[in-house]
């Protein structure tokens, strides 16, 4: 940890002009201000071990490919003790669907962005956790040919393709 945040008016939502926020250096805060309550080392190492870390969890999240061509599963990675998944969504179910086990199916043959959600529960109550997939085939927006080039000189293909990270092609 670098620094936290040491105070400021913002909150979710705020109007810009209320985002000001201040951060402070964690090695300063570790003793900082002279007092109990305002020195991190009171809090963070109250019987003085000297300690330098602390054992920490990883975050919940929806684990599983970006890319849906048919079928394709996904789970919740890091789900902690007594957390358990109530449902699956789709943001859209005219491209994919998804049961209570993860499946998610495309549909037809549909292609597009779809928003997946797991909704899960734990004694503080419901929150979700999301992931962006590509449903179906990749789409081919345009594809520009430099067409002024002489024999033997280079030649630039631009294509605008939504649905992949990368692509290849041939040109004869």
């Known amino acids: 940890m670098l620094g936290q945040l040491s105070g400021g008016p913002s909150y979710c ?3 810009p002009a209320l985002v000001k926020d201040a951060y402070g250096r964690f090695d300063n805060s570790w003793t900082g201000l002279g007092t109990n309550a305002t020195r991190l080392s009171n809090w963070l190492n109250p019987s003085g071990f000297g300690n330098t870390t602390t054992p920490s969890i990883s975050l ?3 684990a599983g490919s970006g890319f849906v061509c048919t079928t ?11 957390t358990s998944v109530v449902s699956w969504a789709s943001s859209n179910a005219s491209l994919l669907t998804i049961n209570a086990a993860g ?9 597009g962005q779809v928003t997946i959600t797991a909704t899960l529960n734990n004694a503080c109550g419901n929150f979700t956790r999301t992931k962006t997939v590509l449903v179906g085939k990749p789409i081919v927006s345009s594809i520009n040919v430099d067409s002024d080039v002489c024999t033997g000189e280079g030649q630039d293909v631009v294509a605008n393709i939504t649905g992949v990270t990368s692509a290849s092609w ?3």
Not at 72 to 82: D, F, G, K, P, T
Not at 103 to 111: D, E, M
Request: proline share 3%; hydrophobic share 40%.
């Open 13 to 15: 939502n705020a109007p």
């Open 60 to 62: 919940s999240h929806i």
């Open 72 to 82: 394709s599963s996904y789970s919740v990675a890091n789900l902690q003790a007594a």
């Open 103 to 111: 499946t998610a199916s495309r549909v037809g043959n549909a292609n």
């Open 170 to 172: 041939a040109i004869t």
